[in-house]
């Protein structure tokens, strides 16, 4: 080969190159922006947003989402001290040197009842949502309900990378 067409060669060779670097970092960028849903982390645990974007909720909706799951929110918090209050009270009956089986026992029983509260207050929170949307948002509903659980899971916040 003489000197000319290896020139030649590597010129083109370069040019190949460099077109195919310039591809691979089009996509790369275009699938970042493109194909990802991108959260504003502060707004990361604001559901309604979510479920505006994927139900199509009109602004009246949205109001009344978030002012029901602010309502529910309160509740859950309330007996979620009393819960760990009594967890608490269980632990150290528990771990005394002198145990009372009955207080735990009756303890024990009061947690789980709480639990179960806990739990109606969910379904009843559940219901009050449903109640709020139209037919044809239940249907796209029911198929969000998994993903809105990935999605809000502590190890999926935005900037973290697994």
Not at 51 to 58: A, D, G, I, V
């Amino acid at each position: 080969m003489d000197i000319y067409s290896e020139k030649s060669f590597l010129k083109r060779l370069v040019y190949v190159l460099v077109t195919l670097n310039i591809i691979l970092i089009s996509l790369l960028l275009w699938k970042e922006f493109h194909h990802s849903k991108k959260v504003d982390p502060a707004a990361f645990r604001d559901v309604s947003q979510v479920l505006k974007q994927e139900l199509q909720l009109n602004d009246e909706q949205v109001v009344q989402f978030k002012k029901l799951r602010a309502d529910y929110y309160e509740k859950e918090q309330t007996l979620g001290l009393v819960l760990r209050a009594e967890r608490d009270s269980m632990n150290q009956l528990m771990f005394n040197k002198n145990t009372n089986e009955e207080k735990v026992n009756a303890l024990a029983l009061e947690v789980s009842n709480n639990e179960y509260q806990m739990e109606m207050i969910r379904l009843e929170q559940a219901k009050a949502l449903k109640a709020l949307c139209t037919p044809k948002q239940l249907e796209k509903f029911e198929g969000l309900v998994i993903e809105i659980r990935d999605f809000f899971r502590p190890d999926n916040q935005p900037g973290k990378k697994w």
